[in-house]
């Protein structure tokens, strides 16, 4: 089975860090940009779009800085593959930016940049960062 790689994206975000954590921490955040539904169950969050459900365990989190979350199989076991949402501030300018890690295929790379991109372009609109 062919396997994904990885990927990280910048995108500069003009927000405090502490309103950003909200939106990339919290089930009701990350419904308002992310995914059209996203529930949680203690560490289980199930993000579903349309048609398509996928179902990823919070592996880890720091406060106001980062969150992972690992994909994982439909018996709740960890996949290799997650995706991480961390939060950049520029210690001189203040400047606040959204590191992305993910995965995908090698063929559908520019495709995955591309939902990033409209995602995070929602996400700026939800908290007023144009």
Do not use: C
Not at 76 to 89: C, G, M, P, Q, V
Not at 91 to 102: C, G, R
């Amino acid at each position: 089975m062919e396997s994904k790689i990885r990927y990280e994206l910048e995108f500069p975000i003009n927000s405090s860090p502490q309103l950003l954590y909200q939106y990339i921490s919290t089930p009701s955040g990350l419904q308002e940009w992310f995914a059209d539904t996203v529930n949680s169950r203690g560490e289980f969050f199930t993000f579903s779009w349309d048609d398509s459900e996928e179902m990823a365990r919070l592996a880890s989190k720091k406060t106001g800085e980062k969150v992972k979350f690992k994909w994982v199989d439909d018996n709740k076991k960890d996949t290799e593959y997650y995706f991480e949402l961390r939060i950049l501030e520029d210690e001189i300018t203040k400047d606040v930016s959204l590191m992305i890690v993910d995965f995908t295929f090698e063929d559908e790379i520019e495709e995955a940049k591309l939902l990033w991109e409209n995602q995070v372009s929602d996400l700026k609109h939800v908290i007023g960062s144009n």
